[in-house]
């Protein structure tokens, strides 16, 4: 079963996010997308300060399995990557939603956070997924 966490929002293609007491935002691959993956080998980020739209690719792992492209659940500007996933891209698996976060973002728009799913929908979502 994979692991849910209530204080987090998540998106159709399985990221989440995580609004933070500054008003910027984690965001990372759920467990159930980690899983899914398989072990990951290696992760590519944006780079910092780079504007990212809504649904617009940030990221890329890729996995013994696969490479997938992961999206903006929200717009806006990157203020921070997580420079571990270079030298330990497993920590998405061993940790996906504490070390394993793949960027800090400063929202172009904190009202679009309510398009997300909370963790109860996420959990139906992807049970039917």
Same mark, same amino acid.
């Given at each position: 079963?994979?692991? &849910?966490?209530?204080?987090?929002?998540?998106?159709?293609?399985?990221?989440?996010?995580?609004?933070?007491? #500054?008003?910027?935002?984690? /965001?990372?691959?759920?467990?159930?997308? =980690?899983?899914?993956?398989?072990?990951? &080998?290696?992760?590519?980020?944006?780079?910092?300060?780079?504007?990212? #739209? +809504?649904?617009?690719?940030?990221?890329?792992?890729?996995?013994?399995?696969?490479?997938? #492209? /992961?999206?903006?659940?929200?717009?806006?500007? &990157?203020?921070?990557?997580? =420079?571990?996933?270079?030298?330990?891209?497993?920590? /998405?698996?061993?940790?996906?939603?504490?070390?394993?976060?793949? +960027?800090?973002? =400063?929202?172009?728009?904190?009202?679009? +956070?309510?398009?997300?799913?909370?963790?109860? =929908?996420?959990?139906?979502?992807?049970? #039917?997924?």
């Amino acid at each position: 079963m994979s692991e &849910v966490r209530a204080e987090l929002k998540y998106s159709a293609s399985h990221e989440w996010i995580r609004l933070e007491a #500054d008003g910027s935002v984690l /965001i990372g691959i759920t467990d159930y997308a =980690q899983q899914a993956l398989g072990d990951i &080998v290696f992760v590519e980020l944006p780079e910092k300060g780079e504007h990212l #739209d +809504l649904g617009a690719e940030i990221a890329i792992v890729e996995s013994v399995k696969a490479a997938s #492209d /992961i999206y903006a659940p929200i717009s806006g500007e &990157v203020l921070e990557l997580n =420079q571990n996933l270079s030298l330990e891209p497993s920590l /998405i698996n061993d940790s996906p939603y504490d070390l394993g976060w793949l +960027l800090r973002l =400063q929202p172009s728009d904190l009202e679009s +956070l309510k398009d997300l799913m909370d963790e109860h =929908q996420y959990e139906n979502y992807f049970k #039917d997924d």
